[in-house]
């Protein structure tokens, strides 16, 4: 069974530019969330989404968006980078309901603002 | 809001030792507790999870225990090896705010030395 893939594994981006990173579930899962990472912060909570539809945000700007297609793959895209920015995202799916699995993590998108 | 705590920071030990990490919560009102293990620059790798109304769960020489009531965790290594040596992460998935997001905890960093 294949887990979560996140891709690009690696980005390097300049200040003021915008990225869009990529997460495929397990399948079978429709409950994809993005997570961010940094030494500082730790793992913050970005957004969760659901069957297509956004159930859940945390704090972060307006420059951070997703979204779900109807095979549950998401992107999650930000805009005007800033160099706060560089970070580890890490995706995670679950399949809600089914007897509380858990969430599976991917290997995660390194992002670099330069 | 939830917040999660990890005790220690940092550990480093002896191989073969027995060691316990802790991990504890603020709101009780929890569907389930998640031990991660992170080696550097890598995603999370789940260990163990513990519904709310467990006790412990067991995997190989990892125990995990949970205590809703006090809002503690504990992840129990028997005889330590230096492959054990990563970040250890708690997460919870709480009832309020939304149901469907982890909220984490700052990480043990343990080091097995030879």
């Known amino acids: 069974k294949a887990g979560v893939t996140q891709t690009p594994r690696y980005l390097i981006k300049t200040r003021g530019q915008q990225v869009t990173l990529s997460c495929s579930p397990i399948?079978?899962?429709?409950?994809v969330s993005w997570y961010q990472q940094t030494p500082g912060q730790g793992l913050q909570f970005l957004f969760e989404?659901?069957?297509?539809?956004?159930?859940n945000k945390g704090n972060f700007p307006g420059r951070f968006s997703g979204r779900q297609f109807s095979n549950s793959r998401s992107e999650m895209n930000v805009s005007t980078l800033e160099l706060g920015d560089s970070a580890l995202y890490l995706c995670a799916s679950s399949q809600p309901g089914q007897g509380e699995l858990g969430y599976t993590f991917g290997s995660g998108t390194r992002l670099t603002v330069v | 809001k939830q917040e999660v705590t990890q005790i220690p920071a940092a550990l480093s030990v002896p191989e073969g030792e027995n060691l316990v990490l802790n991990c504890s919560f603020t709101?009780?009102?929890?569907?389930?507790l998640q031990w991660f293990r992170q080696d550097p620059g890598k995603g999370l790798t789940s260990l163990l999870l513990i519904q709310s109304s467990q006790r412990e769960q067991t995997s190989g020489r990892l125990n995990a225990s949970l205590d809703k009531s006090s809002g503690r965790s504990t992840l129990y290594i028997a005889a330590s090896q230096p492959g054990d040596s990563a970040t250890y992460l708690c997460a919870v998935r709480g009832i309020t705010g939304g149901g469907n997001k982890l909220t984490f905890g700052t990480g043990t960093q343990l080091k097995v030395e030879l």
């Open positions: 989404y659901f069957s297509e539809t956004q159930r």
């Open positions: 399948s079978g899962h429709r409950s």
């Open positions: 709101d009780s009102a929890i569907y389930n």
